[in-house]
């Protein structure tokens, strides 16, 4: 017989970097999950990433009090200023203060296809060409230029 399933969790946790304080520590602790568990699974399975990249990640709760995860690629924000060479870290940069006027930086065209083929697994799309022009609109909307 299958599992209840309880609720659906969703956060953004940094790759190999897991730990029980919050976010992470809270959400599962009002399920009743057991945090510890989560971490080192989560940590294990995302320790051939790049360090520190943020991953989405969908937990599925139980009424046994498991769980399920899966998870997503980065964000493509996250793609796009690392291409385009902002600052990522504690304290990212921010697209443009005034999009379509200034630009903040540059992305290519190969850049582009390169994200797209990336992240097509996640997005609502089923040819490469597609996912570059979701991209190319996520890039004009953070105030990044795309040239070639």
Same mark, same amino acid.
């Given at each position: ?28 602790? +009002? ?11 989560? !940590? ?20 046994? *009090? ?34 379509? *006027? ?8 190969? +850049? ?11 997005? !609502? ?24």
């Amino acid at each position: 017989m299958a599992k209840k399933i309880v609720g659906y969790i969703k956060l953004q946790v940094p790759a190999g970097a897991a730990n029980p304080s919050p976010p992470i520590g809270p959400a599962l602790g +009002q399920r009743g999950l057991n945090i510890m568990e989560f971490c080192k699974a989560f !940590n294990a399975r995302t320790s051939q990433m790049e360090p520190k990249s943020p991953i989405p990640v969908v937990i599925t709760a139980y009424q046994d *009090r498991s769980f399920t995860f899966e998870m997503r690629q980065p964000p493509v924000t996250f793609w796009l200023k690392k291409a385009a060479g902002l600052k990522i870290g504690k304290k990212p940069a921010s697209g443009a203060k005034t999009p379509g *006027r200034g630009f903040v930086g540059k992305v290519t065209k190969a +850049q582009v296809r390169e994200i797209a083929e990336k992240k097509i697994v996640d997005l !609502n799309c089923h040819t490469i060409e597609a996912a570059m022009s979701m991209i190319e609109g996520s890039a004009r909307a953070m105030g990044l230029e795309v040239v070639g």
